[in-house]
């Protein structure tokens, strides 16, 4: 089983959104057995910007109260997971959307402040339970996962699609993870698609002013994941930077 991320722009791009659909969708009636992940963040703003809602974020993570929960949630788990069903169904691919906090498919903590700062209702993810998961592939279903996680005492919590993507990786003992982005792989301090890293390597990396942005949690996740077992990491699509252990 291979889990597979998609983020950034392409979300919002409708004709590229269709060309990667379409080539997981290839993969998919292959017989390879994929779960995908996805985040939104760019819909999560103009969702906000239309309600008047102002965006707030501290250390790269979006401060949640609770009217941007619910715009998070609505969003994520609502019209993104949807769109992305609907196009999978229209290309013969038989999926089912949900989000983390279903089934405990994603469990969180709530997140400390930064730097003393309250993130409000944001997560740190700590687990999950693969069972359905599993189940909607056992169905011959792929799964679509928004990343809304279950907190403490059955509350919703935000969290970051790479790090759910990494902890589903983990969940599911998956083979491979891919994060597909707007950016062709981790670049170098030239610019350059880094095409091999070593987990020592990437250490490195985040020590560095070279890794900035959304690339650090991207890194940082998929370094969680190849040290708790996924065989293999790429960031970007064929051709991106390839995360090996040694």
Partial sequence: MNVIKLGGSLLDDPSRRAEVLGAIAKRWKSGEQIVLVH???KHVDA?????????RTHAGLRITDGATLEVVVSTLAGSVNKMLVAELAAIGVRAAGFSGCDASTLVAELHEPIEGVALGHV??????DPA????VIDAGIMPVLSSVAEGPNGSLLNVNADTAAAAIAIAVGA?????ITDVAGLLDETGNVVSELHAPEAEALLVSEVVTGGMRP???AALHALESGVQRITIGE???TNLVAA
């Fill in 238 to 240: 064929e051709g991106g």
């Fill in 218 to 220: 991207k890194l940082q």
């Fill in 123 to 128: 997560g740190r993810v700590t687990g999950g």
């Fill in 175 to 179: 083979e491979k993870l891919v994060f």
């Fill in 132 to 135: 359905l998961i599993n189940a």
């Fill in 39 to 41: 985040g939104g963040g």
């Fill in 47 to 55: 969702n906000l910007k239309r309600l008047g809602i102002a965006k």
